[in-house]
């Protein structure tokens, strides 16, 4: 396409793959080079979306706020901070009534506990309150991109791949079974739905 | 005010007979519609009529419309309840099981297609006969109108047959689309184009060639000397009536041949650029976006930079709404532009409502944080053409619903 600076995509990720992504890396030594989080299925995350349902918020800050949010999907739960620095995301999270859907995106960040043990978080770019549709879109979403990076792992073992797979020891087989109960979850809510409205429908 | 009086009297006696409600409070709900926020009246009637529908729990063709009879060409305006005297001169294919009967209807004046709902339980209409049809209701899609018979449409067979203004046998099959939506060959068409380019004909058996061009994009058209057509000016807006498509290695085009009926028309007509499809989720809204003013010199229409355009300075900006939309699917990035009338679509606020909410606020950055609100974390798909980086959005439609089908994803996740 263009020579420009890519932006990043958004990627896709049930929050028990999500939370397991302690690795992070640079791919240049500029020190604002993008920071990646490793997906253990095998590719490289700056951004992710993550839709569900969030639960509670609570102010953890000492001095200044500093919200927590948690957003549950069908596999676990993704923990979103925002602070000063994001102004609009605490905003969202000090104002809306829980429980809501939301849809939040953001970028992947590490951080270790005093037990230290390295737990990943999402530092949010933006929090939208959506409805059940946009949430159920995204399981599937998530589904069928997750099993994308599972495939694509397994035949090409793309160069993440081999880095998932030399820093992580968890199989690939967990994320499926990720997949497999975020899906059984989904097919017992929704039978035989309308598949989308399309531009005709507008 | 008396109109919005008489509209409020109008909808005062449609439910009348269903719930309890004064003519002061249809007429005050209209006024604020229509005179505070500048509602359209036809709008602003149907914005009235769906409020009473819901709280009397009515389904909207459960009330009786106040019909008048008209003829077919005067049919200019969605949502009107009429009564038309017409011949049933196709029957097609209903594509849908919801409905019972689908196809063109004609009078005097023109032809109009029709119809007709399953669950209205009408009686069958037959190809060929003329009916007196009381109560059907016009509606709109993508500029063409048509007829919905409903529960409460009489239909009575007329006893004299009418002389239709149409179309010869020969060119009842083709189909009025746009020139996008070619996809076969040997097609029977109708299209509204305009005339964008010239070429010389490369044979003396082809009389002219070039582009013609509607909003959905462009496509060569060849018209051949042996049909003794009139000839095409260019940049001129015709109605192109029976057409057929030509395939030649993937890319189609329209052949005018002896049955091609041409009609010049005068309107003008915004000629689009091939049109792409992007879906995903709406991830972020970038700086630019909202209530923006331009620069207002002539072919300039810059965006300007705290109140300077770039080449011509210090200038009074002309307000306009613009959205510079991201739609991400997670695996590709679309960056799309949306016009003022696609962005009062999208996030349902018009100009003068953003510079109202503006003024408000001091700030006219609440407009895009309004919006913001509204879209960001949606699915959408939009369609347009593009330049540069930006799909330019022409359409759009929230999406929801599966991706994928999730009996199928489960069986390839089970079979990894």
Known sequence: ???????????????????????????????????????????????????????????????????????????????????????????????????NYVAVVGKPRTYETDEGD???????????????ETRDRWVTETA????????????????????????????????????LSALEDLDSETDGEDADAGIEAA | MTDVHQHAVDIHEQFSDHIDVDVEDVEARLDTLINEYRVPAEEARRSVVSHYLDEAGLEREDIRGESESRKIESVDAPE?????????????????????????????????????????????LEEGTTYHLGNVVTDEYQERFSVKLNRTTEIEEAEEDIAVEAPDSERSESEAIELAAIDTDEQWIDVTAKVTDLWEPRSESISQVGLIGDESGTTKFVSFATSDLPELEEGAVYQLRNLVTDEYQGDFSVKLNRTTEIERIEEGLEVGDNTVESEGILIDIQNGSGLIKRCPQEDCTRVLQNGRCSEHGEVDGEFDLRIK???????????????????????????EEAKEMAMDALDTTVVADEISEKVLGRYYRVAGPTLGRYLLVNEMAEISGPTADPEELLIKARSI
């Not at chain 1, 390295?118 to 059940?132: C, G, K, L, Y």
């Open chain 1, 1 to 99: 396409m263009s020579s420009a600076p890519t932006r990043e995509i958004a990627r896709r990720v049930f929050a028990r793959e999500f939370n397991d992504a302690g690795y992070t890396f640079k791919e240049s030594e500029d020190e604002r080079a993008p920071v990646y989080s490793l997906l253990p299925t095998g590719e490289r995350a700056n951004r992710i979306l993550a839709v569900g349902t969030l639960t509670e918020t609570e102010d953890v800050g000492e001095d200044s706020e500093y919200w927590r949010g948690r957003v549950v999907d069908p596999t676990g739960t993704f923990f979103v901070y925002a602070g000063q620095y994001q102004p609009d995301a605490a905003n969202v999270l000090r104002e809306v009534e829980t429980p």
């Open chain 2, 325 to 351: 939309g991201v739609l991400d699917d997670g695996k590709e990035v679309q960056e799309t532009i949306f016009d003022r009338e696609a962005t009062e679509e999208l996030g349902g606020i018009d100009l």
């Open chain 1, 144 to 179: 069928q991109r997750t099993i994308e990076r599972i495939e694509a792992a397994e035949e090409e073992g793309s160069e993440y791949a081999r880095m998932a797979s030399e820093q992580y020891d968890r199989p690939a087989e967990n994320y499926r079974e990720a997949v």
């Open chain 2, 80 to 124: 009107q309840w009429i009564d038309v005297t017409a011949k049933i001169l196709e029957l097609w294919e209903p594509r849908s099981e919801s409905v019972a009967q689908v196809g063109l209807i004609g009078d005097e004046t023109g032809t109009i297609k029709f119809t007709k709902w399953a669950k209205s339980d009408l009686p069958e």
């Open chain 1, 118 to 132: 390295t737990n990943v978080a999402v530092r949010p770019e933006s929090i939208t309150v959506v409805d059940s």
